[in-house]
């Protein structure tokens, strides 16, 4: 029993449940598409399906990651101890979980529509494809935003089965949040990176990060301000966006000087973010 309970303790850890922020930066744009998909009335067994699948799919999305890096984290002084690098889980396990946690997921999309199913196929790619990137291109923080970013759409074909011009829009709009946040987050392992030949747009970006993730910062808030045109936003949902501007602001603030503690507190205040752009559409759509 001991061991059992052990076994799970482990791989509750790989798969990162203990460690929510992941969940609910990749649940925020699932709910800002839910919520304009459905006029502020999302159907139930959608919302449960999409807020589920969030979860599971990040924490096989964990799992994966860590099964790909197991040869890097020992090295990294951040990821060390996670279950695999330190030998309390085996990657053949790891595999096991990964797979188990997948069909779970599916198991879940099967109750929507035809072309939500399908739409799932691209998420399990994604997300099984993504943590591989870091070898192959400069620019895996922009990949993971497609993975992350995917719900999006699944969440407008679940609620209307279709997909309208809106949902690619803040699709654009939730890859490269996705991207400015992830690079906060590879900012903190940038001298680990470089050591062990791990490439990330931290790197890429080099003296200029700030300035880019700053550009990119104003192009997500003046496509979330398209996205508000095409769904004839009231004051709700701008006031949201001027206080996720003032987040991106902090978090400039917060990176000013690369110091490792402070990027990924501006990293981990993306939740913030995520969440005042859902309560302005919150809202929004319970006063109209």
């Known amino acids: 029993m001991d061991r059992a309970i052990d076994r799970l303790r482990q791989y509750w850890i790989l798969a990162r449940f203990d460690k929510p922020i992941g969940i609910l930066i990749l649940l925020w744009p699932a709910l800002w598409a839910l919520w304009v998909a459905s006029d502020g009335k999302p159907d139930v067994l959608v919302l449960t399906v999409i807020c589920l699948g969030v979860v599971l799919m990040r924490a096989a999305g964990c799992v994966i990651n860590d099964y790909a890096d197991r040869d890097f984290d020992p090295h990294v002084q951040r990821t060390q101890h996670r279950p695999i690098a330190a030998g309390k889980v085996k990657p053949k396990e790891a595999l096991l979980v990964f ?3 997948c069909l779970c997921a599916f198991g879940l999309v099967l109750l929507l529509n035809s072309y939500t199913i399908l739409l799932s196929f691209v998420a399990a790619f994604l997300a099984a494809s993504y943590p591989f990137m870091k070898r192959y291109t400069q620019l895996p923080q922009a990949y993971l935003g497609i993975a992350f970013g995917w719900a999006v759409p699944m ?6 089965n ?8 803040m ?3 939730v890859v490269l949040w996705a991207l400015v946040y992830d690079t906060m987050y590879a900012m903190v392992d940038k ?4 050591k062990i030949g791990v490439k990330s747009t931290a790197i890429l970006f080099g003296a200029y990060d700030r300035e880019i993730m700053g550009g990119l910062q104003l192009v997500i808030l003046g496509l979330l301000m398209t996205v508000g045109q095409m769904i004839d936003a009231n004051w709700p949902y701008y006031g949201g966006l001027l206080l996720a501007a003032g987040l991106s602001v902090y978090q400039q603030k917060l990176i000013f000087h690369r110091e490792k503690t402070l990027c990924f507190k501006a990293f981990l205040n993306n939740n913030w973010f995520g969440l005042v752009v859902f309560l302005g559409l919150l809202v929004d759509y319970w006063l109209r």
Do not use: G, K, N, R
Request: glycine content about 0%; hydrophobic content about 60%.
């Open 155 to 160: 969440a407008f074909s679940a609620q209307l």
């Open 162 to 169: 279709s997909i309208p011009p809106v949902a690619w829009v």
């Open 99 to 101: 797979v188990a946690l």
């Open 171 to 173: 699709y654009l709009a």
């Open 191 to 194: 001298e680990d990176d470089l």
